[in-house]
Structure formats: structure tokens, C-alpha cells
């Protein structure tokens, strides 16, 4: 079963960027339903942007505007462009093969500092 390998997190000062990185090796990259979620602390995990198989996107409202996923089928990633960052945005983002019945990552922290 592919499993996604996430990358690109961190710390950054509200206002910042950063770019998450998530790469499912496997022929059948260009077929995949590609999402990304989030966790905060004692919080549930929740959706946060979605790339189909076919290219067509969405995200949560709390992100339109300020994130845009997107996707490199020859390299078999998918990235999230995060901009305007608030402290609202820190938890642990994870990449999900699936967007119904996701295979999750292992995912990778992100703090933003107010």
C-alpha cells in the first residue's frame, strides 16, 4: 500500500509562508485523490485542501485565499502553499492518499508564532 511521506514543516512568524511537500511513490500517482488535514492540539483532525484525480481543487473556508494546493505528477507530489500564516494555522499537517477513506502520513508539524 503507498504511503505518503510528508516534508516542509516548521516555525514561522504569523504573516509568514511555508510550502508542505507530499510524495506518494507508486505508478498510480495520477489517479490518486491527493488531500491535506490538519490537527491541532484537543482538537479533532480536520480537512483542510483537496486536489481530485482530474485536477479540480477545494478547501476549507478557513484557508481559501491564503492556501493553495497543488500537484507534480512526474514527481508524484503534492504541495500546500501556505501564505498570510496565523497562530491559528499550528498543528500537525498530514498528506492523505484519499479523501473519503484516507492513508494518512505521518505528518509534519507547523507552528506559527503570533
Known amino acids: 500500500q503507498v504511503q505518503p511521506v510528508e516534508s516542509g514543516g516548521g516555525l514561522v512568524q504569523a504573516g509568514g509562508s511555508l510550502r508542505l511537500s507530499c510524495t506518494a511513490s507508486?505508478?498510480?500517482?495520477?489517479?490518486?485523490?491527493m488531500g491535506w488535514f490538519r490537527q491541532a492540539p484537543g482538537k479533532e483532525r480536520e480537512f483542510v485542501a483537496s486536489?481530485?484525480?482530474?485536477?479540480?481543487?477545494t478547501y476549507a473556508d478557513s484557508v481559501k485565499g491564503r492556501f493553495t494546493i497543488s500537484r507534480d505528477i512526474a514527481k508524484k507530489t503534492v504541495y500546500l502553499e501556505m501564505n498570510s500564516l496565523k497562530p491559528e494555522d499550528t498543528a500537525v499537517y498530514y498528506c492523505?492518499?484519499?479523501?473519503?477513506?484516507?492513508?494518512w502520513g505521518q505528518g509534519t508539524q507547523v507552528t506559527v508564532s503570533s
Open positions: 492523505s492518499i484519499g479523501i473519503s477513506r484516507p492513508t
Open positions: 507508486g505508478r498510480t500517482f495520477s489517479t490518486l485523490d
Open positions: 486536489i481530485f484525480w482530474n485536477g479540480g481543487k
